[in-house]
């Protein structure tokens, strides 16, 4: 999407993330590395129920590594349950801090090192390993279903909210929106509050699902509709824009939640992905016609690929055949497309439905005109006049539309077709 854009966004080198995801069937690894321009760097990996997570950035360095499940307190200051081991180092301003949490029998061990010297038991000892336990669990967005469903069992939507202006990174603004949309009934302000947060998320991938977690189980009103197309806006993947737009698809499609899904969709570059997004809407059974109509008038502008567009019109054939806007939309879209051999194919699936009125057929014949292959033509016409209820008016003017065919061969095989449904 986009491709001037993102070549200037990776040239002026504002940010540059990549996020890679490798999933090996047998370890059951998956890795996240992110790496931004300004020093500033997150590795995590996950094998099974082992882990290891890295920060990096001008001032500090944050490592954690785990060996077995655990589950952390009510308040996320501490760890309730741990199979076997949880490390946390964190290196800042030269000195280093270090807890280790160790499994005794089901007792909980945490012990606390500062520059390697183990620290007595005390309240600053407990505080401190309190605090390096919230930093990392901050920093990566793990635990994050369990402390949201905590923080909103303490202190409600505004304690959630309150906790994720502290987190660090994409990924763990990402996994608390999606645990804060799927567990809470936010208000509209809660909303906004929420879409201001991962507004400045850099990842595609990470808003993008946070949006589409808010669509899926946030009520959206008009007041929220701006701040949401503001949000997804700064998305630069057309993959990842695609997956809002297919978000909508399952909602129910209002005329203002398609002024938001259109709003989006033309921020789409790519042939494939606005044909995907486009069909996705379309399967909508609950989208009435004008405003699948101007979906269809819409990507008959975006897209380019006569491909895409015809796959378009095929899988919609049903539509077209119920006449109104939607068939006026259809038509257009179907001018769009430069290649014979699509126009034709579009043509030959709407008259297989053999369902439409009389001004349908008629406006479906006038459209084999506009096809430049004799070939294309006549298969498209004979397709029609196999189908059609041959009324006087129809069979002139398929009569008439054979007659602007160039191809003698092609011509005459019409002209045949025609003679033999009018003489019966």
Not at 245 to 274: C, K, Q
Not at 397 to 416: L, Q
């Amino acid at each position: 999407m986009n491709s001037l854009k993102s070549l200037t966004f990776l040239t002026v080198g504002a940010i540059l993330v990549s996020v890679t995801f490798a999933l090996a069937t047998k370890d059951r690894t998956s890795r996240i590395s992110i790496d931004s321009d300004d020093g500033h760097s997150i590795q995590h990996i996950v094998n099974g129920d082992r882990g290891e997570f890295l920060l990096r950035d001008d001032n500090r360095r944050l490592r954690a590594k785990w060996d077995g499940e655990f589950d952390i307190t009510d308040d996320g200051t501490g760890i309730a349950r741990l199979e076997d081991e949880l490390e946390i180092e964190l290196t800042e301003d030269d000195e280093k801090h270090r807890v280790e949490f160790q499994d005794d029998d089901g007792d909980i061990k945490a012990a606390l090192y500062i520059d390697g010297e183990k620290q007595e038991a005390s309240d600053e000892t407990t505080a401190e390993i309190s605090r390096l336990l919230l930093h990392f669990l901050r920093a990566s967005g793990l635990k994050a279903d369990e402390r949201v469903a905590s923080l909103l069992s303490s202190g409600g939507p505004e304690a959630a909210l309150a906790e994720m202006r502290l987190l660090e990174g994409d990924h763990a603004k990402a996994r608390y929106a999606i645990a804060v949309s799927e567990k809470a009934d936010l208000n509209d302000a809660q909303i906004l509050e929420l879409i201001e947060i991962i507004k400045p998320i850099d990842s595609d991938h990470d808003l993008s699902r946070a949006i589409r977690s808010i669509l899926e189980h946030e009520s959206i009103s008009p007041e929220i509709t701006p701040a949401l197309i503001g949000a997804a806006s700064g998305i630069e993947s057309d993959h990842d824009m695609r997956k809002i737009v297919e978000a909508f698809a399952e909602r129910p499609l209002t005329p203002a939640a398609m002024d938001i899904a259109l709003s989006l969709y033309e921020n789409i570059d790519s042939d494939h992905d606005l044909r995907v997004s486009a069909q996705a809407l379309l399967e909508n059974k609950a989208l009435d016609d004008a405003s699948a109509a101007r979906m269809l008038s819409v990507a008959a502008t975006e897209i380019d690929s006569n491909h895409d567009m015809r796959l378009i019109l095929t899988e919609s054939a049903a539509r077209f055949a119920k006449g109104g806007d939607f068939a006026k939309a259809w038509l257009a879209g179907l001018d769009e497309i430069d290649s014979s051999h699509d126009q034709r194919t579009a043509i030959v699936e709407v008259a297989e439905l053999g369902e439409l009125d009389s001004e349908a057929w008629a406006a479906l014949i006038g459209a084999t005109g506009a096809i430049d292959s004799s070939h294309d033509q006549r298969v498209a016409l004979i397709a029609i006049l196999d189908n059609f209820d041959p009324t006087p008016e129809l069979v002139s003017a398929c009569r008439d539309a054979a007659a602007r065919i160039d191809s003698d061969h092609d011509r005459e095989k019409v002209e045949e077709r025609v003679a033999e449904i009018a003489g019966n």
